[in-house]
């Protein structure tokens, strides 16, 4: 199978790993002061939040545990998710009186936190509180309560840390954007 390199379809560098990982730290110092002494439970929405889980974990300094759940909202490349997501991993344990934290990685149309908030909240937590690396604030369909923010993105698809293109560079340690024009899809 013929898989692009990203040198050949990048448009730009649009956030450094020396940006990202600085900006990381912050947010994990902040949700350490706005926890404490709370029980806390991260929950890391596979498979894109899988980068920032693991490094702001690492700036979280508290007793916490880490879960995972997957969603399926963007089946294939770089389709729209339509507001039909459906959860394809749930969780190991009950979330009854935890405080949970949701890790993501990009709030898009909003449809896919909106269905696991709805569906986290019938399980009775003591509080619900969404962190996203990215905000693409502009394609918002539905409203999502983001507390923590990496960064403000424009309508621009983004590949690495996490979000893929076709499930590939998601290895890579900073965020790029796509040039639509050199772009192809694995064959
Ligand atoms: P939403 O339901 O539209 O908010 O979509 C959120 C999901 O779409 C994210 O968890 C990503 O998996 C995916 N997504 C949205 N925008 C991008 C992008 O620019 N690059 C890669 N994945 C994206
Ligand atoms: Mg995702």
């Known amino acids: 199978m013929a898989v692009q390199k990203w040198q050949d379809f990048i448009k730009k560098e649009l956030i450094s790993e020396e940006i990202l990982q600085a900006r990381i730290k912050e947010m994990g110092e902040e949700i350490t002061r706005d926890f404490a002494g709370k029980d806390l439970l991260v929950i890391s929405i596979l498979r894109g939040g899988v980068m920032i ?14 879960e995972f759940m997957a969603v399926a909202s963007y089946e294939q ?5 339509d507001g039909d997501v459906r959860i394809t991993l749930d969780l190991r ?15 898009d149309s909003g449809h896919t936190l909106n269905s ?23 394609r918002r369909e539905v409203d999502v309560d983001i507390r923590y923010t ?31 024009d050199k772009y192809e899809a694995p064959s």
């Open 150 to 180: 990496g960064f403000k993105i424009e309508n621009e698809f983004v590949f690495g840390y996490g979000l893929d293109i076709d499930e590939y560079y998601r290895n890579l340690p900073f965020i790029g954007t796509v040039d639509l």
């Open 53 to 66: 889980t693991a490094d702001l974990i690492r700036h979280i300094e508290l007793p916490l545990a880490v």
């Open 93 to 107: 344990t009950p979330i009854k009186g935890r405080h949970v934290l949701i890790v993501e990685d990009i709030i």
């Open 77 to 81: 490349g770089m389709r729209q998710s």
């Open 116 to 138: 696991v908030m709805d569906l986290l909240q019938t399980r009775n937590p003591a509080s619900i509180t969404i962190c996203a690396l990215l905000d693409k604030y502009e």
